[in-house]
């Protein structure tokens, strides 16, 4: 039976306290390692293993020589909050030398850093030859969401690139979020399940959805969620892309509340390299919030974090549309004003608001349109404000809030361009910091490995033979050296267009610079196109290196400050 209010359970076992034989005639003696024992998962709490007796480092340990110090991990992120979906609970190897497997195949192992794996039902995971921890997760009968029998019938079409799963993440209007397999990689992926049958579509909604696929599918960017496939019957449209193992910032938040200046800094300059690329390609995302900001790795600000959401943000929960860090919340006072077009600039504006709700938590922020702030000096009084009120004075450095003052400059024609501020001196300065952040940079890149572009973006099952439904495109240009021919058609149409939005230019390198220390990842100089990061990357191989990555990643963690009092105007 689960314990009251637990996401799942864990059941550990360590068979080297058992008499086993090493070799003829011989036996291995038994080791004081923990018997056999029951933890419960709660939601947003990790539970660490490995064989160094910290306390702080582990929280199940084992004696065994094939468990590295710091080996592995399992932690719960909660991204519904009305119960529709199970939490998720992954488990993530943590740069072991053995490596972590879940029913026999390898899913991390040292010395890149990992992403997390989502657990199922049933599933065993296995540090071999001696250590089995069985995960236990009660499913939610009857499920409020599944594939209707025609929708598994359509899956057949593409099961030799994809499956579908019963295991549901996340749903929004029209459209449920299931767990897949890419079954030629082995990894496990998102499959975001469109129902066009469910609803009247109108045209302008259905190619709503659709330019997300388009999109995604010539974005390559280690900062921009991965897209895999999309296939179109006349019921259904399935949008396959890269499963973010770490929740989104949303769920950081509620975990942590509110984040260190350093984390802020690291995880703007993330966010700022994924505009610089689509800014680049005349792209505004214009939907800049914490629910669009994935972890992908795990649930840590340390990690990479990605982009998402670049057509249709009905697949945030509900619950979280009605909090206070909604899309209003972070609306340049342009967007407001249905009769000022506006451009580029709005993202500019939306990561000024994502820098101060970052250093607020989830403490109430007044929504500055409902406050009539027409003016610069009033929106600097209304920061300034805000900042007072809620003890942020010592906690925010003079440079940070010239940022903040910067991006969020009433007139939209003089807000700095996404480039200008990935140079800002608060991403970039004292050099620590800068090699800090450099350092997280190519460890947690890593692993990213840059794809070709997938022609057709979406596949339409239902005018295609069948025959020709598992096939993948043979094209192989990188997606970051092509620009889509879709561009210039997406997103300029209804109330939220952009108008007048045209490519940023690259500025002249400042004398004294040199313009490729300022290069955000995978963007290439003032060409527009992108090198893939992983051509000028240092991968860090030897020990030594990966213990210095563990000890950079601390100095992220200590001190996190800790408020609760609500502000109140």
Known sequence: MMSPGAAACLVVEDRSNLPARTGPGTLRHASPCPPSQTRWVFPNQTVKFGRDPDKKKNHVVFQDPTVSRNHLEIYCVVVDDEQRHNPLVFVRDRQSSNGTFVNGQLVGRGPNVSSGW????????????????????????PPFFSLTSHQRQEALLFEDRYVISDRTIGDGAHAVVYLATEVKAGKQVVCKVHDLASVSWSPRKLQRIRQEAILLSYLDHPNILSFRAAFQTQQTLYIFTELATGGDLFSLMKKYNAFKEVEIRWIIRQVLSGVVYIHGKGVAHRDIKPENILCAIAPDAAYRVLLSDFGDSAMTSRGRMKSHVGTTFYRAPECHSPEIGHGLSVDIWAIGMLVLQLF????????????NLNS????????????????????????GRQFLRDCLTYDKEERPTARQLLKNRWLQEPNTDNALFKQLETESIA?????????????????????????????????????SPHFEHLGFEGNSSIQ?????PSPEPTAGANAKDHESPGEKGNTGRFMPLLHTMIRPTARKAKLGSRKRLDILHAGRPKRQRLYTM
Not at 119 to 140: E, S
Not at 455 to 464: F, N, R, S, T, V
Request: with cysteine.
């Open 118 to 141: 989502l657990l199922q039902h049933g599933d065993l995971i296995t540090v071999p030859p001696y250590i089995a921890i069985r995960f236990g997760q009660t499913p939610i009968d």
């Open 360 to 371: 607020t938590g989830m403490e109430e922020i007044p929504l500055l349109h409902t406050m």
């Open 376 to 399: 610069q000096e009033a929106i600097d009084k209304y920061l300034e404000n805000v900042i007072h009120r809620l003890n942020l004075d010592d906690e925010i450095s003079a440079d």
């Open 447 to 483: 692993p990213w490995i840059p794809r070709g572009v997938i022609l057709p973006a979406i596949e339409d099952l239902w005018l295609e033979n069948v025959e020709n439904a598992g096939v993948e495109s043979p094209e192989s240009t990188a997606a970051s050296d092509k620009v």
């Open 500 to 504: 007048g939005c045209q490519q940023e």
